[in-house]
């Protein structure tokens, strides 16, 4: 966690509200985007945050600038994580303006990427290790950036899921926690490495773009993963299969033994329990 940047979670894209606006085009932006507050600035300075509170018993034409708050908290873009979820922790602020030297806004990060940063399982390490794989394995000097990807592109390396884990992916990309997936991309072709899971729970949404790491090869040469998938008649997404009882091992565990969903309790001494 201390290693984790706020720049590697806050969001670039901001809604603001200009100092000289008034209280009635807060509301509206409101309206329009759903969010509850929003930083004020000056040009791109932030002077200030308002918040739907602030707008109690407040006149439409109030302006921003006597109803916002002047001193809020802010963060640098080199500010650890770990921080950030003190920060929000002690003070109960869910959201904070990111700024430079300047003041000027560069994003916000809020207490959803902080739960976000500690669900991600896609390690750096684990995205390096691969790529030290494929330089090894063939020789070559692939490339790493993260960005978009297309759902329907990938080309999958998995034959199987499980559905208790896809609930949990829909989920986590429903409240805008899913980690990123890996994958190798070739001229004209998209290799899912990792976020199987992931990925068929967007197709299953309607969601056409994931968030990757990209190890891009500039080569055309067939890897390893490509003729599993060949091997396994994998074309798409589509083509993974669900599987509906396929569930934790405790959980199958108590419908063997107890039946029509009776639970038998576990044996306390190590001697009576059944293998």
């Given at each position: 966690m201390e290693k984790k940047r706020v720049r590697d979670y806050m969001t670039t894209d901001v809604d603001t509200v200009a100092?000289?606006?008034?209280?009635?085009?807060?509301i509206h932006a409101i309206r329009v985007t759903s969010h509850d507050g929003f930083p004020v600035v000056d040009g791109n300075v932030v002077v200030g945050y308002i918040a739907a509170r602030d707008l109690l018993f407040v006149h439409p034409d109030t302006p921003v600038r006597e109803i916002m708050s002047h001193h809020l908290i802010v963060a640098d873009p080199e500010m650890a994580i770990s921080d950030v979820a003190r920060v929000i922790i002690r003070s109960g602020i869910q959201k904070l303006p990111v700024v430079n030297e300047k003041n000027e806004l560069l994003g916000i990060i809020s207490n959803t990427d902080v739960v976000r940063s500690q669900i991600e399982h896609v390690s750096p390490e684990k995205v390096y290790k691969l790529m030290d794989t494929i330089e090894r394995l063939h020789e070559i000097k692939p490339h790493l950036s993260k960005g978009p990807v297309q759902v329907h592109m990938l080309l999958p390396t998995q034959s199987r899921i499980y559905m208790d884990e896809l609930e949990g992916r829909i989920?986590?990309?429903k409240k805008g926690l899913a980690e990123p997936v890996i994958v190798i991309?070739?001229?004209?072709?998209?290799?899912?490495?990792?976020?199987?899971?992931?990925?068929?729970?967007?197709?299953?949404?309607g969601i056409k773009i994931l968030e990757a790491y990209i190890?891009?090869?500039?080569?055309n040469l067939e890897l390893g993963l490509e003729r599993t998938a060949k091997a396994m008649n994998l074309k798409t997404i589509d083509d993974i299969q669900i599987m509906d009882y396929a569930r934790h091992p405790l959980v199958a565990g108590t419908h063997r033994f107890g039946g029509m969903g009776t639970?038998?309790?576990?044996?306390?001494?190590?001697?009576?329990?059944?293998s």
């Open positions: 100092l000289t606006g008034t209280a009635r085009e807060v989920y986590e990309i991309k070739k001229p004209g072709r998209l290799i899912l490495v990792d976020g199987h899971h992931r990925a068929v729970a967007a197709r299953r949404l190890i891009e090869i500039l080569e639970v038998v309790p576990e044996p306390q001494d190590p001697s009576q329990r059944v």
